[in-house]
């Protein structure tokens, strides 16, 4: 069944509209940790840790599986879609953040 131009033009700014939000999402959260790991970067002067992507990496995993799972209401299966996780490796994650 073909839609008509109307129908058409709809879904098509609905998607445009959609893709546009997404991207400013992305780099707003972009920008926002660049921000943050300049900070750190600033602070720490001279005293950066060897391990300092595992730092962040830690930093970041528990805020994001600590509004995730408020946001599904702690539907694992629904979380684990979501972060792109089994649903194994979430479960494993969230007891060692104690969630």
């Not at 709809?10 to 920008?31: E, H, I, M, Y």
């Not at 950066?48 to 694992?76: H, I, T």
């Amino acid at each position: 069944m073909e839609m008509s131009p109307t129908e058409n033009k709809t879904s098509v700014d609905r998607d445009s509209t959609a893709a546009l939000q997404s991207a400013s999402v992305q780099t707003n959260l972009r920008d926002c940790v660049t921000l943050s790991v300049r900070r750190s970067l600033n602070e720490m002067g001279e005293n950066l840790p060897k391990n300092f992507f595992d730092l962040v990496m830690r930093e970041v995993e528990l805020p994001l599986l600590r509004e995730v799972n408020s946001r599904f209401r702690g539907n694992q299966s629904r979380m684990a879609a979501v972060l792109g996780l089994s649903r194994t490796t979430l479960r494993k994650k969230l007891k060692e953040h104690g969630l």
